[in-house]
């Protein structure tokens, strides 16, 4: 089915339907055998069970930035195909990529009191995912801001892709800010690479997070599609009432 | 060409009016500065180490408060949708509007800052080392602020939700600006790096700057 086809909302609620329950079945059957196998691998000579976190930590800072690419390429199909359900995808997206960067945050912060000794560090990469949840909620206000979704839906695509733009060079200059101030003391630069025990679980906690993600954007969408209806139906009902 | 050359001398003219609020944003510089001696202290070796951090912030939240001057007033008189109809392209029109901005708002500060470094204990390098990163990185601040503004005016929305959008967006000036300042007055890296940088951040925004803002206000007119 080609892309212009869900052009049509109730095409695409029914398709979300159809898929939906799957979608979630494969999600949690994964996030099981990862959770399985994450519990299931051994400790780290050096940090203990805490390694864990890192299963949980390093899927949720994936899918932080890579939400922000799924609204980007949705900014772009509001902005370029005017594609009607590409701001339903951006807006519906936002607040779960919000969510991703916060658990990421706070699960990076969880691992870093026992591990560095502190909650938090201005380290160059905390920062700049920091940063980037800054931005998401910057974003979330912004569509907050206006009633009319179709109205917020254009300038929130035009935010988006300015942020797309600008956070490599946030990347780059919040490293560069880094390595000015302090050495790169507390994540151990060139650490070996993952060993398969925990590469495996890694990958399939990674697997897992994307499933989670692609369920709950759709049913986001889906959401977002019939909070329109009600609103518009609402507003109709209130025209009719008025005259 | 003529029309923008207009635009420009109208727009200048109009904030160096009264009302225009061109000042403000020097007067509220000189307030943010005042007013670090008295959070931190009145320890003068502290103020020379911070005073190129503190002229910075004052700086970018000065250039932050003077942004929704941008196009509110065009907006409410009806001159933006005039400018928007024009035959001139949106871009430059943006283009020319914040280089008047920067020319009112931007330019005051980096007047003042000697006289502000003065208060801060700073020496003659480190002034003319701040003023000259504030010459290279104002320009950055004004035309990513610009989308802040274009997007503010377009959503009936402005003060705070501005505020919230565009300070992440700078952070990449603030970081390069406070770093050439501070290279040049204690080292050890050498001045050029990060001011080069900071030249190139400024150069970017120009680039994206007058795009992303044409494309807000011309979908206000949808």
């Avoid at chain 1, 979608?23 to 691998?41: F, K, M, N, P, R």
């Avoid at chain 1, 009600?230 to 009902?237: C, E, G, P, V, Y």
């Avoid at chain 2, 912030?57 to 001159?79: H, I, K, N, V, Y």
Wanted: aromatic residues 8%; contains cysteine.
């Amino acid at each position: 089915m080609a892309v212009i086809d869900l052009a049509n909302p109730t095409r695409f609620l029914k398709l979300v339907e159809r898929v939906l329950p799957w979608l979630a079945l494969a999600t949690a059957v994964t996030l099981a055998i990862g959770l399985q196998q994450s519990l299931a691998a051994p400790d780290d000579y050096q940090q203990g069970a805490t390694v864990k976190i890192m299963f949980i930590h390093v899927p949720n800072a994936w899918l932080a930035m890579f939400v922000w690419g799924v609204m980007s390429l949705s900014a772009l199909g509001t902005l370029v195909w005017r594609h009607p359900l590409a701001d339903v995808s951006a807006q519906a997206a936002a607040p779960l990529g919000a969510a991703f960067t916060f658990l990421a945050l706070v699960t990076g912060s969880l691992w870093g009191r026992p591990m560095w000794g502190t909650y938090w560090e201005w380290d160059a990469r905390m920062t700049s995912v920091l940063v980037l949840f800054v931005m998401y909620l910057g974003l979330i206000a912004l569509w907050r801001a206006v009633e009319d979704p179709a109205r917020a839906a254009r300038a929130a695509a035009i935010l988006t892709l300015v942020g797309a733009i600008n956070l490599p060079i946030i990347k780059f200059s919040v490293d560069w800010w880094n390595t000015l101030h302090q050495p790169a003391s507390v994540l151990r630069a060139g650490g070996p690479a993952l060993d398969n025990a925990f590469l495996i679980p890694l990958l399939t906690m990674g697997v897992a997070f994307s499933l989670l993600f692609v369920t709950l954007h759709l049913a986001a969408m889906r959401n977002e599609i019939l909070r329109r209806r009600i609103r518009s139906l609402r507003m109709m009902q209130a025209a009719q009432g008025a005259a | 060409m003529s029309a923008l050359a207009a635009l420009l001398r109208r727009d200048i003219r109009v904030a160096l009016r009264v009302g225009g609020g061109a000042l403000i944003g020097m007067l509220f510089f000189l307030t943010v500065v005042v007013l670090m001696p008295f959070a931190l202290g009145p320890d003068l070796a502290l103020l020379r180490r911070l005073g190129p951090a503190i002229l910075w912030l004052g700086a970018m939240l000065a250039s932050l408060l003077t942004l929704d001057r941008l196009f509110l007033a065009d907006s409410e008189d009806g001159s933006l949708d005039l400018l928007v109809m024009s035959r001139t392209p949106l871009e430059l029109t943006c283009a020319t509007k914040a280089v008047a901005h920067w020319l009112t708002a931007g330019v005051p500060l980096i007047v003042i800052t000697p006289a502000l470094g003065l208060l801060l204990n700073l020496d003659l390098l480190a002034t003319a080392a701040v003023a000259l990163t504030l010459i290279a990185g104002t320009p950055a601040l004004t035309f990513t602020g610009m989308i802040g503004a274009a997007l503010a005016v377009t959503l009936h929305r402005g003060g705070l939700l501005l505020a919230v959008i565009v300070v992440p967006l700078s952070i990449p000036v603030l970081i390069f600006g406070v770093a050439a300042s501070t290279a040049a007055i204690t080292g050890p890296l050498s001045f050029g790096t990060p001011f080069s940088i900071l030249c190139a951040l400024s150069l970017a925004s120009f680039v994206i700057g007058p795009f992303a803002a044409a494309a807000c206000l011309r979908q206000r007119m949808d």
